[in-house]
Nanobody, 116 residues
Framework: QVQFVESGGGLVQPGGSLRLSCAVSGINFSMHAMGWYRQAPGKQRELVATITSGGLTYYVASVKGRFTISRDNAKNTVYLQMNSLKPDDTAVYYC??????????WGQGTQVTVSS
């Protein structure tokens, strides 16, 4: 069964940076696309960024130019570098994997709070 373990969140001031990590087990990591989602209080979970098995990336418009997704297949880990953080980026961040569809099970997520 696939497992996702997110880490790296915290409290940061506007304009600051954080690097999130997600360790994945239970799947052939290198063959899956990976994605970062986030869920703010009272809002639906939204897809933030994806990276294919070949390294192609996608970003939602609100984070383009500020966030960078990357992966290390040797470590079965996906990262999200977040720069120029804004209060609107406050959310719980989750990762997931996709072959044809995103997996139904999720990790515990990591809380990111952007506040002065």
């Amino acid at each position: 069964q696939v497992q996702f373990v997110e880490s790296g969140g915290g409290l940061v001031q506007p304009g600051g940076s954080l690097r999130l990590s997600c360790a994945v087990s239970g799947i052939n990591f290198s063959m899956h696309a990976m994605g970062w989602y986030r869920q703010a209080p009272g809002k639906q979970r939204e897809l933030v960024a994806t990276i294919t098995s070949g390294g192609l990336t996608y970003y939602v418009a609100s984070v383009k130019g500020r966030f960078t997704i990357s992966r290390d297949n040797a470590k079965n880990t996906v990262y999200l570098q977040m720069n120029s953080l804004k209060p609107d980026d406050t959310a719980v961040y989750y990762c997931n994997a996709r072959m044809r569809n995103w997996y139904d099970n999720w990790g515990q997520g990591t809380q990111v709070t952007v506040s002065s």
